[in-house]
């Protein structure tokens, strides 16, 4: 008799049900029929991707946190990334096993993201420190509402300014240095500038299809 062949994409549902039963029962969900999962903290989000190859059958895991306050119809790793090595496919038996150790380093790595990144402040602190190691545009806008959310309001403004002065290169880099220069005309009035990153916030939210209504950072979870 001869062996049943594998089913074409049977690593992708093989994918879809360790993650179902690991990563569903810490509160994830799925982002329709995608190989992405979402964690959904309310002003941040933990964006879970059982990234495929163009190459082999299998799959790569990226793990990382969006901030909300970065309005965008787009997911985004503001804050990691890939976790892990590949995992490839050779047959059924085998990446059934592949597959459960992925969801279970994915439950690892959110749980460790939700307690890193608990609060503002603590957002706050890990943006500073990784600021002295790396230097971008988006890693600055954020490092800014941060540390405008938390009442850092020097911080934010030297950060804002460095994203004012910055030589522009494309559109997008126009766009972030106008929303820098409206947040930063917000810092004296705290209110105001928590109020505005809240409706930021909630303006992704819509974007992304999130639902709910947006949780202020300052409030902690």
Same mark, same amino acid.
């Given at each position: 008799?001869?062996?049943?062949?594998?089913?074409?994409?049977?690593?992708?549902?093989?994918?879809?049900?360790?993650?179902?039963?690991?990563?569903?029962?810490?509160?994830?969900?799925?982002?329709?029929?995608?190989?992405?999962?979402?964690?959904?903290?309310?002003?941040?989000?933990?964006?879970? #991707?059982?990234?495929?190859? &163009?190459?082999?059958k299998?799959?790569?895991?990226?793990?990382?946190?969006?901030?909300?306050?970065?309005?965008? *119809?787009h997911?985004?790793?503001?804050?990691?990334?890939?976790?892990?090595?590949?995992?490839?496919?050779?047959?059924?038996?085998?990446?059934?096993? !592949?597959?459960?150790?992925?969801?279970?380093?994915?439950?690892e790595?959110?749980?460790?993201l939700? #307690?890193?990144?608990?609060?503002? !402040?603590?957002? &706050?602190s890990? +943006?500073?420190?990784?600021?002295?190691?790396?230097?971008?545009?988006?890693?600055?806008?954020h490092?800014?509402?941060?540390?405008?959310c938390?009442g850092?309001?020097?911080?934010?403004?030297?950060?804002?300014?460095?994203l004012?002065?910055?030589?522009? *290169?494309?559109?997008w880099?126009?766009?972030?240095?106008?929303?820098?220069? !409206?947040?930063?005309s +917000?810092?004296?009035?705290?209110?105001?500038?928590?109020?505005?990153?809240?409706?930021?916030?909630?303006?992704?939210? !819509?974007?992304?299809? +999130?639902?709910? &209504?947006?949780?202020?950072?300052?409030?902690?979870?």
């Amino acid at each position: 008799m001869s062996q049943d062949k594998p089913q074409p994409h049977i690593h992708g549902k093989l994918i879809q049900q360790a993650a179902q039963e690991i990563l569903a029962l810490i509160g994830c969900t799925r982002r329709g029929r995608s190989r992405t999962w979402i964690d959904d903290r309310g002003w941040w989000i933990i964006v879970i #991707e059982f990234q495929p190859s &163009s190459f082999s059958k299998g799959s790569y895991l990226n793990i990382g946190a969006m901030w909300l306050w970065r309005e965008s *119809e787009h997911l985004s790793f503001d804050n990691g990334y890939r976790v892990g090595k590949f995992a490839d496919f050779k047959n059924e038996d085998q990446f059934c096993g !592949e597959a459960h150790r992925l969801a279970l380093l994915a439950r690892e790595q959110v749980l460790a993201l939700r #307690e890193e990144f608990e609060t503002i !402040e603590k957002v &706050s602190s890990v +943006l500073v420190s990784q600021a002295k190691a790396t230097h971008n545009l988006w890693q600055c806008f954020h490092d800014a509402v941060a540390a405008g959310c938390v009442g850092n309001i020097d911080s934010a403004k030297d950060n804002f300014k460095k994203l004012e002065t910055w030589e522009t *290169e494309f559109d997008w880099h126009v766009h972030l240095q106008n929303r820098a220069r !409206e947040l930063s005309s +917000l810092l004296e009035d705290r209110s105001n500038f928590r109020q505005e990153i809240k409706a930021a916030v909630g303006r992704t939210r !819509e974007l992304l299809k +999130l639902g709910g &209504s947006p949780a202020e950072p300052w409030g902690g979870f």
